[in-house]
């Protein structure tokens, strides 16, 4: 057997008990680094090893094209690049050795590979096996069985018959990506022209910002700023190819511009009844038929939350919902092929009109989602526990409750079908949960730290997704998700 550890051309390799071989090969002219070999040891078995030490030079070119037989040792691994450039090498076996995995594309340059031993090993049927999993897919080369050494689930089974591992190989982050140096309270996008935009309500610069989506620097760039007294949220609407944003404010009174493609900004296109709203907190916009919609939750003591209407011309009051309720969210959601419309308050439980939610007390936020086709409420509270309900055939019933005191938001939204809830929080880190198909529940997935969190809002562009996050207390942040490949 035959164990060294070296370093060459800058790269660290471990190789274990290569086979002896009755073919000497030895290339004039050339100076190998110096590794410590028993004198039986054979000059095949030298080069072998040079071939593994060998991470960028032309060995591998220089060598015959004679079958491989690296068998009944006790190597583990190899390396990645042992086989590199052995183009016409049409037969090898690593057969009778305690290989557990083996590195990523290691027959990537075997072109004339007829016949493949890997018998007789113990391989791990993980993560590390996928590539692997998916060459013998595609490989015209006859390959023996590789049976699955572990994980005990795996254990006995054929690699070669598998079409996917128990383990789907993947994994998401959420990075940092940008700040956007501006406490606020709400983010809203939308898309226009082929072009991703961004509006922030930023009570403290009066502002409500327009970021536009950089296809060349890759990030997000100021556009127009909208500027008002003690702006509190800034929603767009898309009517007939025209961009509308509401801005609500608490002094001044509440408006609405409009897109001037002409001047590339943002004009007061006109204002809202003062007398209707005196302190709104937030704005949904929706749309039933062909009809648009927008409604102002109103937090004041002797607030009226009000329905307003599209009319082609503009906006107009439609109805007032109810007053004296001091409404703090209102969320629009199909239920059963009928609108309606939830009003979450700080007097009262979470209100569907013509209904209640029952035992449902002191709830700020309301949000709806659906995972393949159920539908789910996420229920915000600043003190006790924030919940999850799920809709049964005639009512919402609790599936979780998350431990979440300081609280303003509980946030669904979804990446490529993986399902997730953030929780803010104004005294500790914020949580970001991930479903969990099989329990049905939302499992702790990764906390982040942000400063008293007052929304969270999904932003996808170029293949890209995103999630904003607005702080009361500090800068905007700008996460973004990622894929993580575990099988690398």
């Known amino acids: 057997m035959l164990s060294i550890t070296t370093r060459y051309e800058d790269t660290s390799l471990q190789v274990l008990a290569f086979g002896q071989s009755q073919h000497p090969y030895l290339l004039p002219g050339r100076e190998w680094p110096a590794v410590n070999m028993s004198a039986s040891t054979s000059i095949q078995s030298r080069l072998l090893v040079l071939l593994h030490l060998s991470q960028k030079s032309a060995l591998s070119r220089h060598l015959p094209s004679r079958p491989r037989f690296i068998e009944s040792n006790k190597l583990e691994t190899t390396s990645k690049y042992a086989f590199r450039g052995l183009r016409d090498l049409t037969h090898l076996s690593l057969a009778n050795n305690n290989i557990k995995a083996l590195p990523r594309d290691l027959f990537i340059d075997l072109d004339s590979l007829i016949e493949l031993d890997l018998r007789g090993n113990a391989f791990e049927c993980d993560c590390r096996a996928k590539w692997l999993m998916t060459w013998l897919k595609n490989t015209n080369a006859t390959v023996s069985d590789v049976v699955c050494a572990g994980p005990e689930d795996m254990k006995g089974k054929r690699l070669n018959d598998m079409t996917s591992l128990q383990n789907e190989c993947v994994s998401t982050d959420f990075i940092l990506h940008q700040s956007v140096a501006s406490e606020s309270l709400s983010v809203d996008t939308f898309s226009y022209k082929n072009d991703v935009y961004v509006a922030i309500s930023a009570p403290s610069t009066e502002s409500c910002m327009i970021f536009q989506w950089d296809h060349i620097e ?13 702006i509190v949220g800034c929603k767009s609407v898309i009517i007939e190819n025209e961009v509308f944003v509401i801005v609500a404010q608490l002094f001044g009174g509440s408006h609405i511009y409009k897109f001037d493609d002409d001047q590339s900004r943002f004009n007061k296109f006109q204002d809202i009844e003062v007398s209707k709203i005196s302190k709104p907190n937030d704005i949904e916009a929706f749309q039933i038929g062909s009809d648009w919609f927008f409604v102002i939750a109103d937090s004041s003591k002797a607030g009226l939350s009000t329905l307003y209407k599209w009319n082609d011309n503009g906006f107009y009051s439609y109805q007032s919902l109810h007053e004296w309720y001091r409404d703090t969210d209102v969320e629009f959601l199909d239920l059963d092929g009928k609108a309606h419309l939830i009003l979450a308050s700080r007097s009262q439980v979470p209100f569907i009109l013509q209904g209640e939610i029952p035992n449902m007390e002191d709830v700020v936020v309301v ?7 159920e539908l789910y409420l996420a229920m ?9 309900l799920h809709w049964g055939t005639k009512q919402f019933a609790e599936i979780q409750a998350l431990p979440s005191r300081g609280s303003m938001i509980l946030q669904p939204f979804s990446f490529k079908e993986r399902y997730y809830l953030a929780l803010g929080s104004d005294y500790t880190f914020s949580q970001i949960y991930l479903w969990d198909e099989d329990n049905k529940i939302f499992d702790r997935f990764k906390e982040v730290y942000i400063q008293a969190p007052r929304s969270f809002t999904v932003v996808s562009t170029d293949r890209r997704d995103f999630i904003f996050s607005s702080s009361f207390k500090g800068n905007t942040q700008i996460f973004e998700h990622i894929i993580i490949d575990l099988s690398l």
């Open 218 to 230: 890759m990030n997000f760039r100021t556009y127009d700023n909208i500027t008002g007294q003690s």
């Open 367 to 373: 949000k709806h989602f659906r995972i393949k086709e």
């Open 380 to 388: 915000t509270r600043y003190i006790g526990d924030s919940k999850v």
